[in-house]
């Protein structure tokens, strides 16, 4: 039998990160049965070591190199567990690619992840920021999720409340040195009303001339908006959207509304959600570029990396705008991928 994973030392990581930046790790690991994760991590080069979960790095920037060890869940497989006619729950590996998910749940007649459509990355990435757009969070349809706990050393499955979901945020964002994702468990209806409220998603499928959409029409309806509206990180290095949408409160949200009044808004549980990329737009980054490292031109919110730029120069590049955008908005933006 082959072994269940591939050790490398001092491996590049340039091909597992989305933006393309050369970095190196101590250790890289690759792990095609869940099962070999507690030998794994017991191998004495690798017992205590800093540990970094990778699916296919679409939401990482590193800034040096890592002293550690790299991660990389490639187990496959998808599942239905159990189907009465109405809905469906089903069991997704970690390694799965995301979108070959959303298509297969497609031709299963299920819907509810539609609105998910060409987000980048693995199924193993989707609950740690509870990946969204287009209206629709992946918490909404999640069940649970298979988790190998390095505090205990214990595989455990953990119920959506257990996972503490919020706005691009859950447990595992909060503890990535605690959890490895090994596998997700979802919900999906057969009939379920399509949530086409978003901005663009009505406008798209009229233009596609459809009228009565299916569940399909809308997964190609959200791959042409975001084909469109998002540089593609198969042609140019990003992590899609580089900073969160800020929360703030209503009050304060007022006084903005009243000094800008495009400003877009959005509620929000704990307030108003304002548009980062129009407060970034607003202070004039949008197509930037200096050196390799630059904003979007079809994007505010997406730093890209021209070819040869490195993390730390990207990194540079977005604290420029974070201060900017406090100068300007007095408003504090976060980023949203993992900075290393
Ligand atoms: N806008 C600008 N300038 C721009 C782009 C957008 O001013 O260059 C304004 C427009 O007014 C637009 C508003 O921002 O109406 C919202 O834009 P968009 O619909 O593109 O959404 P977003 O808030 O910028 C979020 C997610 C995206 C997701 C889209 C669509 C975050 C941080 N980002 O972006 O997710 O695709 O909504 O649902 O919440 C990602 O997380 O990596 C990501 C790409």
């Known amino acids: ?164 979901f919020r706005y691009r945020d859950s447990v595992f964002k909060q503890q990535p040195e605690r959890w490895i994702i090994t596998a997700i468990a979802l919900r999906l209806q057969r009939n379920a009303p399509l949530k086409l409220d978003y901005a663009g998603v009505r406008e798209e499928l009229a233009a596609m001339s459809v009228t009565q959409p299916t569940a399909t029409n809308v997964a190609d309806a959200v791959c042409r908006l975001r084909l469109r509206k998002l540089p593609d990180p198969a042609v140019i290095g990003n992590a899609g959207s580089f900073f969160k949408n800020p929360v703030v409160a209503n009050e304060e949200t007022q006084k903005l509304q009243a000094a800008h009044p495009g400003l877009p808004v959005f509620n929000a549980p704990d307030g108003k959600k304002l548009s980062a990329a129009w407060l970034i737009e607003s202070c004039g980054w949008k197509g930037f570029r200096e050196g390799d490292a630059g904003v979007s031109e079809k994007h505010a919110l997406v730093l890209v990396n021209h070819g040869k730029a490195s993390g730390a120069q990207l990194w540079s590049l977005a604290a420029r705008i974070r201060d900017s955008v406090q100068g300007q908005f007095g408003v504090q933006l976060e980023p949203e991928p993992r900075i290393l």
């Open 1 to 164: 039998m082959s072994s269940p994973y591939t050790l490398i030392n001092d491996a590049p990581l340039d091909r597992h990160n989305s933006f393309r930046v050369p970095a190196r790790a101590t250790l890289l690991a690759e792990v095609t049965a869940a099962e070999a994760l507690p030998g794994l991590l017991a191998l004495p080069a690798v017992r205590g070591k800093p540990l970094l979960v990778l699916g296919d790095g679409s939401n990482v920037l590193f800034t040096r190199d890592f002293d550690g060890l790299v991660i990389i869940v490639a187990a496959c497989g998808i599942e239905i567990l159990e189907d009465d006619g109405a809905s469906a729950r089903i069991r997704a590996s970690a390694g799965e690619n995301w979108n070959g998910l959303v298509r297969w749940s497609l031709t299963q007649g299920l819907c509810g992840l539609e609105n998910l459509a060409l987000i980048p990355g693995r199924v193993g990435a989707a609950p740690i920021q509870n990946i969204g757009a287009y209206g629709v969070e992946v918490a909404e349809t999640l069940l649970s999720v298979e988790a190998f706990d390095r505090t205990t050393g214990k595989s455990v499955c953990l119920s959506r409340e257990q996972c503490g």
